[in-house]
């Protein structure tokens, strides 16, 4: 199978079976997602989305926010894995926007990620959900799924994963195709004990294949 073909086959599933994928995480404004993403790093959406309530209740914009101190902004972000690093980066997030930005998200990678606590994943999740920009954000999941699925090839690095995905799925696709690769990895294509049995890409997935091969079931 050529690598167009194993493209065009597990990005045609995706478009089928999930038209609409999108972030999990809740948010209603460009400020919000970048506080919810800054605080999601090495912590589950579903814990983010307990916590983002009262902060934007407390913060409910980037000015606000920008006026926070430690002390009242790190009881809110106590939960949150690396609460103390977390709570200084968002204040000083927002604290930047107002300074360099005029209290306007900026909305290009090579802003965003002059920002405390952005680096390039959160930059190209902050323009390919809002902005719909052709950025593919590579976490953990889509490092590794894209690699079993063989979208992927002695990929490294997160970033030599990104210049990979991006040489080779659709511009119009590649902010869904984040979110599919995301949700694939969480939900079905999971580190450990992934559910296989249940993938519809099982047949294409050379992974597997390897993996069957090593335990003599092929």
Known sequence: MTTAERYRIVLEHFRQAQPDAETELLYD????????VILS????????????????DRYPDVASLAQATFEDLFPLVRSISYPNNKTRHLIGMAQLVMSEFNGVI??????????PGVGRKTANVITSVIDQQP????????FRVSARLGLTRNAKTPLQAEQQLIRHIPK???????????????YVCTARKPSCEACALAEFCPWLAKSRKKQGRV
Not at 29 to 36: C, G, H, I
Not at 135 to 142: E, I, S
């Open 29 to 36: 404004s460009p400020y919000q997602l970048l506080v919810a």
């Open 106 to 115: 900026p909305m290009t990678v090579d802003e965003l990620v002059k920002l």
């Open 172 to 186: 119009e696709l590649v902010y869904k195709a984040h979110h599919w690769l995301i949700l694939h990895g969480r």
């Open 41 to 56: 790093a090495q912590c589950t959406d579903k814990r983010v989305n307990l916590t983002t309530p009262a902060i934007f």
């Open 135 to 142: 950025n593919m954000a590579v976490d953990t999941h889509v």
